[in-house]
């Protein structure tokens, strides 16, 4: 996790604290003293400290909309916090996904939604709904589009089978209960 001895506390002993979700969004700001960030580590759930009512406090606690922590790190100058989070519900009090407002979500969370609407489709002509009913077809089409990939000759036809290819990954990956986030942790981790 993090060294909190290395931690620059403000003078109140507070660090602001970015949660940011595993797609990338950043869910909201809240502060952490070290006695949060203990629980924290503790726990594996977020622990804040709320300025107004000076209470040490649990996301979710009373709401259910924990976040489960994925990652903590400092900054370059060690007086701010990411801290990377599993968000169950909505993040923010007044019900939206973040305290920033309903914030666009990106091409590939905007995916997994179409994923898991056309998994539950009654339409038998949802070409995903097929994809997801037919794993070995399904493979297939990741292979063959692989191949597009490998055999394309020009930039355009190259964008154009990457993105086939990318778009079948991700059905293939949504197919087993993995997100393109698990895919990035893998390359995070190899990285030298």
């Known amino acids: 996790m993090i060294d909190l001895d290395a931690v620059k506390w403000s003078d109140a002993g507070l660090i602001p604290v970015i949660a940011q979700a595993r797609d990338g969004r950043v869910l909201m700001l809240a502060y952490a003293n070290r006695e949060a960030l203990e629980k924290t580590i503790e726990t594996g759930l977020m622990h804040y400290w709320s300025r107004s009512r000076r209470a040490l406090w649990q996301k979710g ?19 701010t916090l990411l801290a990377r989070v599993e968000q169950t519900g909505p993040a923010c009090h007044t019900g939206q996904a973040t305290c920033f ?22 339409n038998p002509d949802s070409y995903v ?9 399904l493979r297939q089409k990741v292979g063959e589009e ?10 355009e036809e190259l964008v154009y089978e990457a993105a086939d290819l990318v778009f079948h990954l ?23």
């Open 61 to 79: 606690e009373t709401s259910g909309h924990t976040q489960r922590v994925v990652s903590l790190q400092l900054d370059c100058d060690h007086d």
């Open 101 to 122: 407002g309903d914030v666009e979500p990106d091409i590939l969370t905007r995916l997994w939604q179409v994923f898991e609407e056309r998994k539950n489709s009654q």
């Open 170 to 192: 991700c059905v293939l990956l949504f197919s087993q209960g993995l997100s393109w986030q698990d895919l990035t942790q893998e390359l995070e981790r190899r990285r030298p």
């Open 129 to 137: 709904k097929k994809l997801l009913e037919k794993p070995r077809r």
């Open 146 to 155: 692989g191949v597009e990939v490998a055999l394309a000759e020009t930039n």
